[in-house]
């Protein structure tokens, strides 16, 4: 076991050896305070001409934040705005930002999850989201920003805050880094507007304000495209299951939820792939997720599937927050 993932494990027991890095913990939350401050007190951001919504988390690891936010792009889009999302573009290696993400455009360019979204709306990626949020608008016709993730991106004016939480794994021992997985004190949750968890909420005992869960829509050859209703699923139910996301147990649980015995093969998040970690002379399927799709090459084996999954949000979530951003988008109107 490397040490990245022995650390993981330990956030999630009580008494760990990843107490001992407690002072390191504290360092980094006295530090994110004070950026915290400094943006919002010092200096300021200049706000944007569109209502801004941050989906985002305080912790690191999966959270569903990224179908999540497919799922809210599709539903505003739906009551007539012209989403647009900006990202960081973890993963990618790109030479020169801002960069809209185009049909031409690599995961190992411009990131794994701003490439999957793309399909959706415009994407524009940059380690600066406040200066991709202007190429956003000053580029396409969006009246609305999406920031995928930006949480502790304080340079970025924000309009709605959104924190992602797993109902699964909560909050861990509740340290920040490096002693425990938070990225923000647990207090930082007061000051969001919603904090939406998955799957069950019953362990986490946090203030929540919505729910959605994932639901699987269907498997889908990564070969060719072909799709095959999770119901039609006839080619046995051992399978390998391949994942490079934040929480890769959550997805061997998805597949055993749906009667497979997978053999879990988990990969760091935004792991870029050479085609080696889908070969296995068994012959088993593989499944692997759609955010680690986009980095596999087309002409993989048949026999390698992709798992794809809706977010479905909670509708008095839904409902709360499309009446926020009515009132936002009001305002900014009046006032241009």
């Known amino acids: 076991m490397n040490i990245r993932l022995s650390l993981e494990r330990a956030w999630y027991r ?8 407690l002072p390191l913990s504290w360092l980094f939350r006295a ?5 915290r401050f400094y943006y919002q007190r010092i200096n300021p951001p200049r706000p944007l001409p569109v209502p801004v919504i941050v989906v985002g988390n305080i912790s690191v690891g999966g959270t569903g934040k990224t179908p999540l936010l497919a799922a809210l ?3 505003f889009q739906a009551q007539g705005y012209r989403p647009g999302i900006i990202s960081r573009g973890y993963g990618g290696s790109a030479t020169h930002y801002p960069q809209r993400v185009a049909d031409t455009s690599t995961a190992e360019t411009v990131g794994d999850e701003p490439l999957l979204l793309s399909s959706l709306c415009p994407v524009v990626v940059d380690p600066d989201r406040y200066r991709a949020a202007r190429y956003l608008l000053e580029n396409t016709g969006c009246n609305l920003i999406f920031s995928d993730d930006g949480l502790q991106h304080y340079r970025l004016p924000r309009d709605v805050e959104i924190v992602v939480m797993d109902g699964g794994r909560g909050t861990g021992n509740g340290h920040c880094l490096p002693a425990g997985p938070l990225r923000e004190p647990l207090s930082r949750l007061q000051t969001a507007d919603f904090v939406v968890v ?14 959605f869960k994932l639901s699987p829509v269907h498997f889908r050859q990564l070969a060719t495209g072909t799709s095959m ?5 006839s080619l046995g139910r051992r399978v390998h299951a391949v994942a490079g996301i934040g929480n890769p147990a959550r997805f061997a649980h998805t597949l055993t939820s749906l009667g497979f015995e997978p053999i879990l093969h988990p ?3 935004h792991h870029r792939f050479t085609g080696e970690e889908l070969c296995f002379d068994d ?3 593989v499944i692997i997720t759609a955010k680690d799709a986009v980095k596999c090459a087309a002409d993989s084996s048949d026999n390698v599937w992709v798992l ?6 909670d509708p008095p979530f839904i409902e709360r927050l499309m009446r926020d951003v009515r009132s936002l988008a009001e305002a900014a109107n009046t006032t241009s």
């Open 14 to 21: 009580p008494m760990s050896w990843a107490l001992l890095l």
């Open 73 to 75: 792009v599709v539903i």
């Open 308 to 313: 794809d999954v809706q977010a479905e949000p």
């Open 31 to 35: 530090v994110s305070s004070g950026r």
């Open 267 to 269: 990969l760091p998040d």
């Open 229 to 233: 209703a999770v119901s039609s699923w």
């Open 198 to 211: 998955n799957e069950t909420v019953a362990s986490l005992g946090i203030p929540h304000q919505g729910t």
């Open 283 to 285: 012959g088993l399927p």
